[in-house]
């Protein structure tokens, strides 16, 4: 699976929107990106994953560009309980169900 | 039930003891994993079961760890002489089905404290 670089910290305004990048310049056409979020001392939690067009559901949004070599999550109104730490994981949609790897993400704080 | 349930929610052991944590994923998951998360650390994969195939098991750390799941149920992840470096959030995850890019729904952990 191709990797992915994530910025290892954010802050982000309560109210305002969050706008996590990550690359992965080295996807596959057969690639999906997914993001997760994990807060403190709980599993991590699935948010979205989209393969090229871009994707919206109740937690979030996800735009992935035109190449495919980034995308970025967005929480359009975040809160302090958004405080967490948030992963991009790229697999192949042939990956069956070999395991999600985890690398270090994104902590984002929400500050008041 | 709703979600995955881990049990117990935490576990104080004595160093050479042996383990069992438990994991109930959502009815219908065939698939299921056991990661472990160390104190400020990031997810290690440990090992994955999908349906009757056999487990992948190339995540386990040494043969003190083993892990056994009946049909598309119940797993239980056993540590063996546990050790003080065995401390660590043990996190059970299931999802759908192997042809669909399918999100994981985790548990929310065991943590076990080796004394």
């Known amino acids: 699976d191709a990797k992915t670089t994530q910025p290892p910290s954010m802050d982000c305004a309560e109210g305002r929107a969050a706008n996590l990048p990550c690359n992965h310049s080295?996807?596959?056409?057969?690639?999906?990106v997914y993001w997760y979020r994990q807060i403190h001392s709980q599993g991590p939690q699935y948010i979205i994953h989209?393969?090229?067009n871009n994707e919206t559901n109740e937690m979030a949004s996800l735009i992935i560009t035109e190449d495919r070599k980034s995308s970025t999550l967005i929480l359009p109104h975040a809160t302090l309980r958004d405080t967490a730490v948030y992963y991009c994981?790229?697999?192949?949609?042939?990956?069956?169900?070999?395991?999600?790897?985890f690398g270090k993400g994104t902590r984002l704080s929400v500050i008041a | 039930g709703a979600g995955v349930s881990q049990s117990p929610s935490n576990k104080v052991t004595e160093k050479g003891k042996d383990v069992e944590l438990r994991c109930d994923p959502i009815?219908?998951?065939?698939?299921l994993y056991w990661y472990r998360q160390r104190l400020g650390q990031g997810l290690e994969f440990l090992i994955y079961?999908?349906?009757?195939?056999?487990?992948?098991k190339s995540g386990l750390p040494s043969d003190r760890f083993s892990a056994e799941r009946t049909g598309e149920s119940v797993s239980t992840l056993t540590i063996q002489r546990t050790q003080q470096e065995d401390s660590a959030v043990y996190l059970c995850?299931?999802?759908?089905?192997?042809?669909?890019?399918?999100?994981?729904?985790f548990g929310s952990g065991t943590r076990l404290t080796v004394v």
């Open positions: 995850a299931s999802s759908l089905g192997a042809t669909i890019p399918a999100g994981y729904t």
């Open positions: 080295t996807i596959s056409g057969n690639e999906y």
């Open positions: 989209g393969l090229k």
């Open positions: 994981i790229v697999r192949a949609s042939n990956s069956g169900n070999t395991p999600l790897v």
């Open positions: 009815s219908g998951h065939t698939a």
């Open positions: 079961f999908q349906g009757n195939s056999a487990p992948d």
